[in-house]
């Protein structure tokens, strides 16, 4: 007589993943299985009741940049397939972060990032807006309102981008006397 052990199915169901980015899974150390859409998945390999199984993500998605995470991803196997894994996704979201430069005491440049939020930039050097966009999101700057010297003005370079998997450094605020602004920063 010969006997074999008996060999269960582990599985689960994908959410929140951007269809078409590239999510790699792996059970117990063995072979990936490559995720691109959401809803029903399962492993190729089979496991034999109370065999150890552990499942972690290998490879995040990109394009959008999004973090997945496995729920109920390790344990023991029972009498039965195992398909109650869950991976949640989520996109990852970024700040949009920038300098400035030739702010006086007592000056302010208010801030808006698309119809949303605002900052108050008080001084010189760095600045951001909170990790408020999803990757992939377009962004753009513009001054809403500005308490500086009559004879002053301020601008916005690099104020719109596209985020691509990280923090935008672009932005850079310069206010300048209002002579040294038509003669150079501008051209």
Do not use: K
């Not at 109650?84 to 972060?97: A, G, N, R, Y």
């Not at 850079?172 to 038509?182: H, K, N």
């Amino acid at each position: 007589v010969t006997c074999s052990p008996d060999l269960f199915a582990i599985g689960g169901v994908v959410s929140g993943l951007v269809s078409g980015t590239d999510l790699t899974i792996q059970l117990s150390g063995g072979s990936d299985l490559d995720l691109a859409d959401n809803g029903p998945f399962q492993f190729a390999q089979q496991l034999q009741d109370l065999a150890p199984y552990a499942v972690v993500v290998t490879r995040q998605p990109t394009g959008p940049s999004q973090t997945c995470s496995v729920g109920n991803g390790e344990g023991n196997m029972g009498p039965a397939a195992m398909l109650d894994l869950s991976i949640d996704c989520v996109v990852d979201t970024f700040e949009v972060q920038g300098t400035a430069s030739g702010l006086l005491a007592g000056e302010s440049v208010v801030l808006q990032i698309g119809a949303g939020e605002t900052i108050e930039v008080t001084g010189n050097g760095s600045f951001a807006f909170p990790g408020v966009l999803e990757d992939g999101s377009a962004w753009s700057v513009e001054i809403v309102s500005q308490s500086i010297g009559a004879d002053r003005l301020c601008a916005l370079a690099g104020a719109q981008g596209t985020l691509g998997g990280e923090n935008a450094t672009s932005l850079v605020l310069a206010c300048l006397d209002e002579g040294v602004f038509r003669d150079g920063f501008e051209n």
